[in-house]
């Protein structure tokens, strides 16, 4: 499965040390971002896309998605077949890691 990266909605700008996390986090780490208004995302591992290079595959509440970065810009994956609403991928900003006892 390919991402499909044709974003409606503008790229945000990344916010201190954001690509930085990116390339540091790993399998088991817990991670969020800003209007991540769900449980946070379990980092599940890494791998490679042919449209958009590396990205990192995530879980949440039972569905797996991914995080991957563009041009400097971090954008949110969801697979279309388990997401038919607008605002695929979304802009992420503010990517931190969450303590397990804070998730």
Do not use: C
Not at 20 to 37: N, P, Q, R, T, Y
Not at 77 to 82: A, R, V
Request: net charge negative; glycine share 6%; hydrophobic share 35%.
């Amino acid at each position: 499965m390919a991402i499909s990266h044709n974003p409606s909605m503008e790229a945000r700008e990344p916010a201190d040390n954001d690509l930085e996390l990116f390339d540091e986090i790993e399998s088991g780490d817990v991670v969020k971002f800003f209007e991540w208004a769900v449980e946070p995302l379990t980092v599940v591992g890494r791998e490679d896309d042919e449209e958009v290079g590396e990205r990192v595959r995530v879980e949440a509440e039972g569905s797996e998605s991914f995080i991957y970065e563009v041009d400097g810009n971090l954008w949110y994956y969801t697979p279309e077949e388990d997401y038919e609403g607008e605002n695929n991928p979304f802009p992420v900003q503010n990517l931190v890691r969450v303590d397990t006892a804070e998730a």
